[in-house]
């Protein structure tokens, strides 16, 4: 599975500022929604929302993986959130995070949404992957680095 799959490159938000993991789902919720990516944003946020009720869904080191699936959309999408300050996520090590990667997949299973939360985990891993994410300061340097990793 290839990040081109399933994330939208071009709905990447760097220099992301949020006052909490609330808006920082909002925002990337709503890039995707600005690119055409889904139809609706509310009913999506609310059942990312609730998905972090269950538990956060920060893994530590700085990194995120909000996610949810709904009959909303009918193939997997996601975007990547890059903030250099960090956002409060109620990380287990309770760090900031700065690199979230939102994933919204259709309802049943069938989309492959497990594979890419292994992919995501284990691209996240890499310190020097995180590492270069972090310093690149525009949409076209994040995708030049996810391409290549495929």
């Given amino acids: ?9 071009d709905c990447t938000v760097t220099g992301l500022k949020a006052a ?3 808006e920082a789902i909002a925002r990337l919720v709503n890039a995707l ?9 509310e009913h999506i946020v609310e059942l990312l929302l609730s998905r972090e009720k269950l538990g956060s869904t920060a ?6 993986i ?19 300050e960090g956002v409060e996520f109620d990380s287990p090590d309770g760090k900031k995070v700065n690199i979230i990667f939102l994933l919204v997949s259709p ?3 069938k989309s492959g949404h497990l594979d ?10 890499d310190k020097k992957k995180k590492e270069r994410l972090l310093a690149a300061v525009s949409v076209e340097a994040v995708a030049e680095i996810m391409k290549k990793d495929e």
Avoid: D, Q, R
């Fill in 1 to 9: 599975m290839k990040f081109t799959e399933f994330i939208c490159l």
């Fill in 20 to 22: 909490g993991k609330n």
């Fill in 33 to 41: 929604k600005a690119k055409g990516k889904l139809k609706t944003s």
């Fill in 59 to 64: 893994i530590g080191n700085g990194a995120a």
């Fill in 66 to 84: 909000p996610h949810c699936s709904t009959e909303l959309v009918e193939h997997m999408t996601g975007v990547l959130g890059i903030s250099p």
């Fill in 107 to 109: 309802a049943g299973g």
């Fill in 116 to 125: 890419a939360l292994a992919k995501i985990s284990k691209f996240i891993k």
